[in-house]
């Protein structure tokens, strides 16, 4: 599959709303925003957002198939760090090369950017996404104990990270 990573822009609010809000809604654990947040949310919102320049996307021709954040950490003491966040590719791209070659574009870009690290955070009761990560070089570094509660329950999330200059 030939898929294509670049930054997102307030023209494609439409489709990113449309793969968020499934990413919300079918992993409400994994994610810091809820379904209904998103929404309430007005699409002048949306496109804000965007316009940031931290979200990107994985295109498949002309269609969005994963989203995720790249944030840069904003203190010049730490600008060696990059966090990795939201990331979500399609189900329907489940078992492909898609989410690797996402995954491949970010950590490229981060490193063309001087990144030392990457950064994220996985909900503990994610065992696919944790495999794909530790698969990927990341390394538990600790536990965010309640990091969310959906319907009342307190949800973990460990912390990875990624050295990128070893």
């Known amino acids: 599959m030939i898929v294509e ?18 990413a919300l809604e079918r992993f409400p654990e994994a994610f810091l ?36 954040a790249l944030i840069p950490m904003a203190y010049a003491a730490a600008a060696h760090r990059f966090e990795i966040g939201a990331l979500y590719v399609s189900e329907v791209h489940w078992g ?3 989410a690797q070659s996402f995954l491949n574009a970010l950590e490229a870009e981060a490193r063309q950017k001087g990144a030392l690290q990457l950064e994220l955070s996985v909900a503990a009761n994610n065992p696919r996404a944790i495999r794909f990560y ?3 070089g990341f390394e ?4 965010q ?14 912390f990875y990270v990624k050295m990128l200059d070893r």
């Open 5 to 22: 990573t670049r930054i997102l822009t307030p023209a494609d609010q439409p489709q990113w709303r449309e793969i968020r809000l499934e």
């Open 33 to 68: 925003t809820t379904a209904d947040e998103q929404r309430r949310r007005a699409a002048s919102d949306d496109r804000a957002q965007l316009a940031q320049g931290r979200w990107r996307g994985l295109f498949h021709g002309q269609d969005l198939i994963g989203i995720g």
């Open 145 to 158: 104990p309640r990091a969310i509660i959906v319907d009342g329950v307190g949800q973990d999330d460990f």
């Open 134 to 136: 530790e698969r990927n």
């Open 96 to 98: 492909t090369d898609a």
């Open 140 to 143: 538990r570094m600790g536990i």
